[in-house]
């Protein structure tokens, strides 16, 4: 009797232990948690603090977004090491030739009506001597996969076109329809870009249209400036149409960002906001409305410059942030862009452009006209030799043309997946 009291209590006694462990386990792995949680939330804030300057202004977009007029020496391009003693380049030494001539042969669209602006501007402007910042929210860098990685691009998304492995090309989940030009050595380029607000599948997922100014191999030493419009939930919360601008100089590993988001890019200019929402947009068999983006290099000065419009010089990046772009760009690239992370095993119903395929034209197809580079003599001039590239034109396509007016152009875009796009 007393052995099989023996043997009880020693079962309960291992029975407690084992509890006893189990509780400190989940304690443990609970009290980790708590720590890891508390780390991210001291890293989050610690970026936020870094990203959001102290403002001289706030105003609040209708669409959400609060935009801080911060002292020009004080935006985020200064806590670049290198830009500590800037001196801050107010205007560009050169404009491209010929720019302001071909704004009289470039007429609009008789079907465009009033100019696009941005949606913030409804509720104020930033006064002189600061620029408009988009305030990041403790939200935003949440949805991104690391502090680290937010406002950053994903590695390898930039389309190659002579690439003959398609393996290669699909292995970042992105998809293509662009126009381009390579062979020479270019110092610019521009283009009036539709704009749309595109259906976007999953919030992991985006559209944009956009140009490339690339310099260099494909490889992890790629120099890209990029500027053009986006729909991208995953980065601003929202399916807003929004203007942005992103670069790097070793193929997105860790260099370079969107917009603002990391030191870089010195904007100039109090009345863009770069990730700021665009109004209006065009809409399906009705008013179409178009943005003029021009990126080029100074012939003096070496550093890259961007306008907005016909009246909006935006700022530069610095030449010293590049390694082939301290020179000059090896191809340029018009067109769109879409993440399709397959949901269901299936291709994504994220749309590119308007949602349409290139052939239905105008007021339905999204467009690119006018498309020009900058040559060495920095002059605007039409590309020679333009190439089409997309990894699967049942997706999406691109088809181009050339006329008076529109100079060299091309619809672009479709609508994801459909029953020839599974």
């Not at 949680?37 to 609040?60: D, G, M, T, Y």
């Not at 970042?172 to 870009?193: F, L, M, N, P, W």
């Not at 870089?264 to 008013?287: D, K, L, T």
């Amino acid at each position: 009797m007393g052995g099989e009291a023996y043997v009880s209590r020693a079962r309960w006694t291992w029975k407690a232990l084992i509890l006893a462990l189990c509780l400190w386990g989940f304690n443990s792995v609970s009290s980790a948690a708590r720590l890891s949680a508390s780390r991210q939330k001291l890293e989050v804030q610690k970026h936020l603090n870094r990203l959001n300057k102290p403002a001289v202004k706030s105003i609040k977009s209708p669409d959400g977004d609060v935009i801080d007029c911060i002292h020009i020496s004080h935006q985020p391009a200064f806590d670049h090491p290198y830009l500590k003693d800037h001196k801050i380049q107010m205007r560009p030494t050169y404009h491209p030739e010929g720019l302001f001539d071909e704004n009289k042969v470039s007429e609009k669209p008789k079907e465009r009506s009033n100019p696009i602006t941005q949606l913030w501007h409804v509720n104020g402007k930033c006064p002189e001597d600061t620029i408009p910042v988009r305030r990041t929210k403790e939200d935003d860098v949440l949805r991104a996969s690391s502090v680290k990685r937010y406002g950053r691009k994903k590695h390898r998304t930039i389309p190659k076109p002579r690439s003959a492995d398609p393996d290669l090309v699909n292995e970042s989940g992105h998809q293509h329809a662009i126009a381009y030009v390579e062979g020479d050595k270019y110092y610019g380029a521009r283009a009036t870009i539709n704009v749309w607000e595109p259906k976007i599948q999953q919030p992991n997922e985006f559209s944009l249209s956009q140009l490339w100014i690339l310099g260099g191999s494909f490889g992890e030493d790629l120099n890209s400036i990029e500027a053009g419009w986006q729909v991208s939930p995953d980065l601003y919360g929202d399916n807003n149409t929004r203007l942005f601008t992103y670069w790097t100089s070793d193929a997105y590993q860790a260099t370079g960002c969107y917009n603002l988001l990391c030191s870089g890019f010195i904007q100039i200019n109090s009345e863009i906001a770069m990730g700021a929402s665009i109004s209006p947009v065009s809409a399906f068999r009705s008013s179409q409305y178009d943005i003029s983006i021009l990126v080029w290099k100074d012939p003096k000065e070496g550093h890259w410059w961007m306008q907005f419009g016909n009246d909006y010089v935006l700022g530069y990046w610095p030449s010293f942030l590049f390694s082939y772009l301290a020179e000059s760009a090896s191809m340029i690239e018009w067109g769109g862009e879409v993440v399709n992370s397959e949901p269901d095993s299936q291709h994504t119903s994220t749309q590119m452009g308007s949602g349409r395929f290139p052939e239905e034209g105008f007021g339905k197809a999204s467009y690119f006209r006018n498309i020009q580079v900058v040559d060495d003599s920095n002059n605007l001039k039409a590309p020679k030799g333009i190439g089409t590239f997309t990894e699967q034109s049942n997706c999406y396509d691109v088809q181009t043309g050339s006329n008076g007016d529109w100079g060299h152009y091309f619809y672009f875009g479709g609508p994801g997946r459909n029953p020839n796009c599974p």
